[in-house]
């Protein structure tokens, strides 16, 4: 494996094609081109193809889940690893074909520094109606020329809540009034709030919302947000529909809680890519993703999912070293 | 296109399926309201176990214990409708333990804060420095968001899909 740390670089953009009108980045040693169906990442002795609304739809969560806890596959091939001040973009470093033809490549950049690459390649081949956060039926396509750049937030997803949603001095959940109207695939259900009923001078201290109703109104899927933590047990929900566009490789146990509907999900093993088999989730289940595997989720219908996540800090390492176990119940356990 | 929501309950669930070729007790696949089902009034199951870490599947019927934890916990009311009914710790019964929840000897002491009632897709706070009672009149169910304590039951075996 070839696995160089670049410091303090810039992406660099050629000029639009003439045909096309995207512009072509230059990043370390990568470079990253689109045109009407695909994009086109090349690297010393190897490059890459992707279907153009995967790439994207990967690229803008990438971003906007700050490279989340470890892998992010953008397809088997190419994608990042997070180490929480640095990440690396990695091709073929997890494929087997790849490493065997010692085509594989690893860059390692400053955090700061693949955001800014992502984003400003983002915005260029974004075009105006195609939103790669939304559902596939709720957007328009990303294929074909470069039209009229898209003027609205690319990257969003929701400011984390501190402590809990709804808090006074904390983040509000989504609302009518916040431009967040209920999804046409959660109208069937009510909707209601609780009944608060602090005493004189516990104000603000007694407190509840409908979860429900803020992942109802989500406009993005497979885009989590924080609604209650505490210490470092952040509890993040999120409404998938269509494909998780990535396939995630933990560096730590994750545990999903299936609210409503249902989820498939593939499981691979983490570092060979190999098939483990897949797991139907429907609501009420409850499942670890261990700390040694990838999955990729696939919902028929917009569902809401629960997500736990255990966010103390240097956790990776710890699994990596193999100080801790790659799954959560430890055999004494059972 | 009118689309149709799947939401379980104790009374209508269906559990999904899990089929790996590997050891799947490391997946630990329950369902909540299979084990509420099972579980008795405010036996605080654990669901969920990352490191320190824990939720709890809870059968809320008739009136719980008081509780406590010297951290922050959560409640998501998944069928029923729970009422929780909090008060002010004093000091002589703030929590010395390190985390989770603990059941109070007696009454608490300390000021009425407030009260809640919620229902399904409700979360609720159960801040730190307070004592909380749960309250349901028919058998409903909260997730607990907390840490691994004195009142958590683990019965993996029990509950976990293994082959």
Partial sequence: ?334 | MSYKTAVASLSSYEKGTIELNDDLRHYAFSNIFEVCNKSRPYERVMVVSNLEYAAEAVRAEGTSPWYTAPHDEFAIVMDGEIEFTFFQLTDAEKPTHKAGAIRLQADPKGKRMGRVIARRGHEVLLPTGSAYQLKAAKPSVALIQTSMGPESVEKWSQICVLK
Wanted: hydrophobic share 35%; charged share 25%.
């Fill in chain 1, 1 to 334: 494996m070839n696995a160089v740390r670049i410091e303090n670089v810039q992406v660099t953009p050629s000029e639009p094609d003439p045909v096309l009108g995207y512009r072509k980045y230059q990043f370390g040693s990568f470079t990253f081109e689109r045109d009407a169906y695909f994009v086109h990442v090349r690297w010393p002795k190897g490059m890459h193809t992707i279907e153009v609304d995967r790439f994207l739809r990967a690229m803008v969560r990438d971003i906007g889940w700050g490279f989340f806890y470890g892998w992010i596959f953008f397809d088997d091939v190419f994608g990042t690893q997070n180490h929480y001040g640095t990440v690396d973009i990695f091709a073929g470093t997890y494929s087997k074909g790849h490493r065997d033809t010692k085509v594989d490549f690893l860059e390692t950049f400053n955090t700061a520094d693949v955001a800014a690459a992502f984003e400003t390649i983002s915005v260029n081949w974004i075009n105006e109606g195609y939103d790669p956060l939304r559902a596939p039926l709720e957007t328009g396509s990303p294929l074909g020329p470069k039209t009229k750049e898209a003027s609205g937030p690319l990257i969003r997803g929701f400011k984390p809540a501190s402590r809990m949603m709804g808090l006074p001095g904390d983040v509000s959940p989504r609302s009518d009034a916040s431009g967040h109207p209920i999804n046409r695939a959660f109208a069937d259900l009510k909707f209601d709030k609780p009944v608060i009923e602090p005493e004189p001078g516990f104000e603000g201290q007694i407190h509840a919302f409908n979860l429900y109703d803020h992942i109802a109104r989500a406009d993005v899927t497979w885009n989590p947000s924080f609604t209650s933590i505490t210490r470092a047990c952040i509890c993040c929900v999120t409404s998938e529909e269509h494909m998780l566009p990535v396939i995630h490789g933990n560096d730590r146990n994750e545990w999903f809680i299936q609210l409503t509907d249902e989820i498939h999900w593939n499981i691979q093993d983490k570092n060979t890519g190999n098939p483990r088999g897949r797991i139907v989730m429907k609501s009420g289940d409850v499942c670890a993703m261990p700390a040694d595997i990838r999955h990729q989720g696939f919902a028929p219908k917009r569902s809401m999912l629960m997500v736990l996540e255990n966010g103390t800090p240097g956790l990776q390492e710890k699994y990596a070293k193999g100080e801790l176990e790659p799954f959560p119940i430890t055999a004494k356990r059972w």
